[in-house]
């Protein structure tokens, strides 16, 4: 069982940057790849990035690249999901997820198995 906590949200102008943090609880956070999805009022959920467990591989949506990082701190049981340049666009609450095969990036939802209870992120215009 993992426990997955975000913080970090919040309303930014467009044009400016935020850093998300999810904290985890739990089982050995290594052994899980960590993702970041958002949904926006009216659509469906949508991937945004993915972590391996080692933090050697990436992967961000094309929306995204260039823009978001997402990196992890294994010490610290913590994934981030850095933003930068922010459009209105990205406005969404954003969800970290945990997925049990640690060397996966994968975009699909239904392989994460833990998820937190969502952050939103306003970006004003």
């Known amino acids: 069982q993992v426990q997955l906590v975000e913080s970090g949200g919040g309303l930014v102008q467009a044009g400016g940057s935020l850093r998300l943090s999810c904290a985890a609880s739990g089982r050995t956070f290594s052994s899980y790849a960590m993702g970041w999805f958002r949904q926006a009022p009216g659509k469906e959920r949508e991937f945004v990035a993915a972590i391996s467990g080692s933090g050697s591989r990436t992967y961000h949506t094309d929306s995204v690249k260039g823009r978001f990082t997402i990196s992890r701190d294994n010490a610290k049981n913590t994934a981030y999901l850095q933003m930068n340049n922010l459009k209105p666009e990205d406005t969404a609450v954003y969800y970290c997820?945990?997925?049990?095969?640690?060397?996966?990036?994968?975009?699909?939802?239904?392989?994460?198995?833990?998820w937190g209870q969502g952050t939103q992120v306003t970006v004003s215009s």
């Open positions: 997820a945990a997925d049990p095969s640690s060397e996966h990036t994968t975009i699909l939802a239904t392989y994460y198995d833990y």
